[in-house]
């Protein structure tokens, strides 16, 4: 006769689920705080890059129509440089404010008029600079 063997198996309890305890009412008060001071902080960077961004641009165009009397010069080309390059600051702050928008529709809508601004600064710099040079 043929003697079997039979593997002692261990018993394994059956893992529980870790249940996770519901927020109490003062934890979701909490919570809601916390996510409305973190909006309210977003609003407010928001708000001064908006500002600084629209300054900047607007202090541009306010030069370039102040010495709008010293058309034709060199002094004024390199004034209307100056202004096209406030203006590629202003686009840089404007990618800088993207960062602080809540969806992502407004996001990429900042981030790529900030791209706009900065690219048509420089290729415009770029032009009145060969224009310069080439004289």
């Not at 306010?62 to 202004?83: K, P, Q, V």
Request: proline share 3%; aromatic share 10%.
């Amino acid at each position: 006769m043929a003697k079997t063997k039979e593997a002692a198996v261990p018993e394994v309890e059956p893992e529980q689920k870790k249940i996770q305890p519901r927020p109490t009412k003062k934890e979701k008060k909490a919570k809601k705080a916390m996510e409305e001071a973190r909006r309210a902080e977003r609003r407010k960077k928001r708000k001064w890059y908006t500002i600084g961004a629209l300054g900047t641009a607007g202090l541009a165009v306010f030069i370039n129509f102040y010495f709008n009397s010293l058309y034709g010069t060199e002094l004024y080309e390199w004034i209307e440089i100056g202004c096209f390059l406030l203006m590629g600051l202003a686009g840089g702050l404007m990618i800088m404010c993207s960062r602080y928008e809540e969806t992502e529709r407004q996001i990429v809508g900042k981030r790529n008029m900030g791209l706009i601004f900065i690219a048509i600064a420089l290729g415009v710099v770029m032009m009145e600079l060969v224009q310069m040079f080439m004289k």
